[in-house]
């Protein structure tokens, strides 16, 4: 199965760090790229330029496979084999994503690249006045559209597909100034350093969870893992027969590269 994810120039450092190394379960990686636009962090003036970018590589990852593709933001990172679990809870879904409070998160998500997958990440793009509010983004474009839109779209477990800022049952932003540690289920599989904001605050959070996450060592002990403990990583170096393909985010394929100078 196919991976697709992006970065501008300021998360690519995210990505050969953290994304990139854990996810040899992939034959294919397929990076989009894009100029960086002058804001960096969400919510900034020019933030919704760079997520632009973000969907129309994401546009690009379900009109390019003819079955399934999985999708997975820079600051991603997978802690055990993914996909046949992911597979398994798209079920008989059009899409399944990482969920994000009340939300869809388009950092993680695994999909069906049919016809209606298709036309939705096309109306996505077909916002681009969207992109250009403040606070608006590919995720905001996404929520605000797929309800309509006859996508079957169904939420990725949070006990699989986990985030730091959902601890305890509620949502939060995670900030590692305070006096805790993120708690990571014993079932995870994937792990998104959304929820904090600042690169180097990702940087951080991504290096303690591969340097300290451990999985549970039987089915009778503690499916809890915790960022202050102590353990060896689970997450496997990239397998040499993989391909990484490396493009600019304006590039499309043939057969969709018509409509895109709609948007």
């Known amino acids: 199965m196919k991976l697709y994810t992006h970065a501008s120039p300021s ?5 050969e760090e953290f994304l990139l190394p ?3 379960e992939f034959a294919s990686i397929v990076i989009g790229r894009c100029p960086q636009a002058s804001d960096d962090q969400y919510g900034m003036p020019k933030w919704g330029e760079n997520t632009y970018e973000k ?29 046949e679990q992911l597979r398994a809870q798209l079920g008989e879904h059009d899409i399944g994503f990482q969920r994000d409070g009340r939300h869809y998160c388009t950092g993680m998500w695994i999909a069906r690249c049919n016809g209606r997958v298709r036309q939705l990440f096309d109306s996505v793009l ?22 309509r839109s006859g996508v079957k779209a169904v939420f990725l477990s949070t006990s699989n597909v986990c ?7 509620q949502w ?21 350093a959304n929820w904090c904001r600042g690169l180097e605050v990702k940087r951080r959070l991504l290096g303690q969870v591969r340097a300290l996450w451990q999985p549970p060592r039987s089915a009778g002990q503690n499916n809890e893992a915790h ?11 990239a397998r040499d027969n993989q391909v990484v393909r490396r493009e600019g985010a304006t590039m499309h394929p043939g057969k969709c590269g018509a409509d895109d100078k709609k948007h």
């Open 11 to 15: 998360h690519e450092s995210l990505l």
């Open 126 to 147: 077909g916002m681009k006045e969207h992109f250009e509010r403040p606070g608006c983004d590919d995720q905001t474009a996404l929520n605000r559209i797929i309800h």
């Open 55 to 83: 969907a129309r590589t994401m546009r690009r990852a379900v009109y390019e496979c003819d079955e399934l593709v999985v999708w997975a933001d820079a600051d991603v990172l997978f802690l055990a084999p993914a996909v």
């Open 227 to 237: 960022l202050d403990g102590n353990g060896d990583s689970s997450v496997r170096p």
């Open 172 to 192: 939060r932003q995670w900030a590692p100034s305070e006096d805790r540690a993120p708690t990571i289920p014993g079932t995870a599989i994937v792990f998104h």
């Open 163 to 169: 985030t730091a800022g959902y601890q305890n049952g």
């Open 22 to 24: 854990s996810a040899a």
